[in-house]
Each structure stands twice: as structure tokens, then as C-alpha cells.
């Protein structure tokens, strides 16, 4: 553990999620009595990791596991001469019992980092719901306002050869409409678009059919194959 203030989150996540050995996290809570930053830090850890004690269902491992594990193990022959040894592929039932743990205590912690990565995932800035002429839903916009947007189709789309199915939106009236890219074999991509305003409430999405590279003159010159306007994502 280092005292760096620069990671003063990292210590406090890894003091939160139990990460830390004995003395380091004796180390955290003295100096938490005298360092509010170090306290306040904990204390958002704690909140951002609530959603995983809330969700998760207390689970007690018992004796009859490690017997039902010891019993699925190969039987191990006997050895006759010199004491048997240790080696790096040892079998025995107490190893593998070690070896379950690591290795169930291992899984607990990548599932706590991913949900801790996906916890600090930007949120979408807004989400537009785009329909047809019919109002059938066909797709969704995610706009995350950092010059890239997740569009997520929800219809399969007939894409004549030669065409392609543009993006579009429209920050304002001003400005026109504004191509945030092409999406290739009719699938959900993520799209790195060009630099705009931030996106507001109402702010206008759609989809176009265009030529293949895309319309030529840079505005919408194609069927509009669903459109939708924005609202801002709570």
C-alpha cells in the first residue's frame, strides 16, 4: 500500500472489496480518523460497490462440497520406497483442496473487477428510440457526447447490394444534419463520430439507406429507414 495521494481511490476501493492484508487495512482505518479525504474516499468506494451486497445472495460452503470434490479426484496409488514428496503436479485430495479455493477465491475477484468496470462505464448523455413510418421500434441511439454513439438494432434490416445504412443527427437547425457514421452488414455497432455540441433533449436521430462509402453530399439523401428523437438518459 502506498500513501501516494494520487491513490487514494485505489486504496480505498481495495480496502472496501477486501483486498488488502491484515495490516494494511489496520493501516486505512487509523488513518481515516485523521485524513478526511482518505474517509471520504472509502466512503464513495462504499457506495459505488453497494449495488454488489445488495444483488449478491450469501452462500455458505460446506463440509459435503470438498467431499464431493475429493470423491470426484482420481484415486492416487500408493508409493512404496522413499517418503512421498510434494511435487508440482502433486494430486493429492488436501492440494486440489487449496487448489479449489485459490481458485474459487480468484473467480470471486474478477467477477468484483468486472462489475467494478462496469460500474465506471460512461452512461449514455441521451437515448433516442427510433421508429418507422409504422411506429415500430427498429433501433436505439446511445449518444455518449464524447464523439461516439452505440446504435443497437433491434429489427433486421434488408440492405440492397451497393447501399448502406447511414446515421444521422441533427444538433441544429443551424448546423444540418450531421452523419455519425456507417453501419456495415445491417449489425449494432459503436461509432466514433465527429466532434459535435453536446446532444440535448429532443435533439433529432435517424437512419438513411444510402450508397455504399455513404451519401455523397454529406446530408441525407436516402429512404429513412427509422427515426427517433433523444431524451435525456436519468
Known sequence: MTDNRTDIGVIADEYVLGLLDA????R????????????????ASRERFLPL?????AAIVGDDLWSRIEAGLPAQGSRTGAAHKPTANDNRPGGWRATALAAMVAAVILAVALSFNLMRTVEPLVVAVL??????VKAIVEDFGNEKAAVRLLT???VPEGKTIEVWTLPSAERGPVSLGLIDDARSVRLNGPSLPKPHDSQLYELTLEQ????PTGRPTGLILAKGFAKIAR
Open 156 to 158: 433486421d434490416f434488408e
Open 28 to 43: 486505512v482505518e487509523a488513518n481515516m480518523e485523521r485524513d478526511p479525504d482518505l474517509k471520504a474516499a472509502v466512503a
Open 131 to 136: 421508429v418507422n413510418e409504422a411506429g415500430d
Open 212 to 215: 455504399a462509402g455513404g451519401s
Open 23 to 26: 495490516a494494511d487495512g489496520l
Open 53 to 57: 451486497d445488495d444483488t449478491a445472495e
